[in-house]
């Protein structure tokens, strides 16, 4: 069965910290997986995903991500937070029949200048 | 291009109403989707489509059809409103059906049920 946990379902930082959103995932296949960030009233949009092949993903906004397989997870990172980055995020993780994405619950980040 | 494109914006609803949600995407995706956000819950599944004439059940089907006559359109129909039906909705699509192919989303439809 595929789900996600996202730990932490507000995170606050400081303006210039270090951003760490956590993502656990559960997959019967080999998983692929996905970081959606969501600015108030809007849609969905892709940070980075992980298909196959390197474990350290690289996203849009100067965010990464690393699969980890042994522990089943993939946080997501950004070295210094910027109060643009302040926004609802979201970890996915694919289905195993057609392109369905199952979410976590998502982790609201607050930047505090 | 417009991308994934929803109407109505918002939309309030008596219980017992009917409605239709429209989405369009005019990318030619093969794959669109319909998915619900509820607070503490995130994103779920409502109903898929992997192309024209082909639709499936999602993880929250119940109360909901849909059709795809068309590659570009992909509307979301409530039968009989009731209020456990408020939430967000948001049209998805992709290009192709790979497990590993990004959907993007449209604006979403507020939708409120007294």
């Known amino acids: 069965a595929q789900s996600v946990t996202q730990l932490g379902s507000h995170v606050s930082v400081s303006e210039g910290a270090l951003v760490l959103l956590r993502c656990n995932y559960s997959s019967s296949v080999p998983p692929y997986l996905f970081w959606y960030v969501q600015y108030p009233n809007q849609g969905l949009q892709l940070l980075l995903k992980y298909t196959t092949g390197a474990t350290l993903v690289k996203g849009i906004n100067g965010f990464e991500a690393e699969f980890k397989k042994s522990e089943t997870s993939f946080h997501l990172t950004k070295p210094s937070a910027h109060m643009s980055d302040a926004a609802e995020y979201f970890c996915a993780v694919s289905g195993t029949g057609a392109n369905n994405l199952f979410f976590g619950t998502g982790t609201r980040l607050t930047v505090i200048p | 291009n417009a991308g994934v494109t929803q109407t109505p914006k918002f939309q309030v609803l008596k219980t017992g109403q009917s409605m239709t949600l429209q989405c369009a995407q005019d990318m030619n995706h093969e794959y669109m989707s319909w998915y619900r956000q509820d607070p503490g819950m995130g994103l779920r599944l409502i109903h898929y489509s992997v192309g024209a004439g082909i639709t499936d059940q999602g993880e929250v089907p119940n109360g909901y059809n849909v059709s795809r006559s068309t590659t570009e359109d992909f509307p979301l129909r409530l039968l009989s409103a009731a209020p456990s039906q408020t939430s967000v909705y948001f049209c998805?699509?992709?290009?192709?059906?790979?497990?590993?192919?990004?959907?993007?989303f449209g604006p979403g439809t507020r939708l409120t049920v007294l």
């Open positions: 998805a699509s992709s290009y192709g059906t790979s497990r590993a192919d990004t959907q993007y």
